[in-house]
C-alpha cells in the first residue's frame, strides 16, 4: 500500500502483559499483531481479541502502558 509510518511497531498490553503489537500508518491507519493467534484471531485468543475488537468500534487507540486507562 506505500503508505508512510507515523507511529513504529509498538506493544500494546493488557492485563499486565503484552498481547499485540501495533503500528500507526498515514491516514491514522493503525495494523495490529496478536500474539499467540493465529488467522482467525477470536478463535485462538478470544481474551485478547475482545479488547482490540473493542478499541476498534470505540475509535480508541491501544493501550501503550501496562496498565489499562
Not at 18 to 41: I, P
Request: with cysteine; glycine share 10%.
Amino acid at each position: 500500500m506505500n503508505l508512510s509510518t507515523k507511529t513504529d511497531g509498538y506493544p500494546c498490553f493488557f492485563n499486565g502483559e503484552v498481547v499485540w503489537y501495533a503500528g500507526v500508518y498515514s491516514g491514522g491507519q493503525t495494523f495490529a499483531t496478536v500474539r499467540e493467534a493465529g488467522h482467525e484471531v477470536p478463535s485462538y485468543q478470544p481474551g485478547r481479541a475482545l479488547p482490540l475488537i473493542m478499541h476498534f468500534l470505540k475509535d480508541t487507540q491501544l493501550p501503550t502502558t501496562k496498565t489499562q486507562p
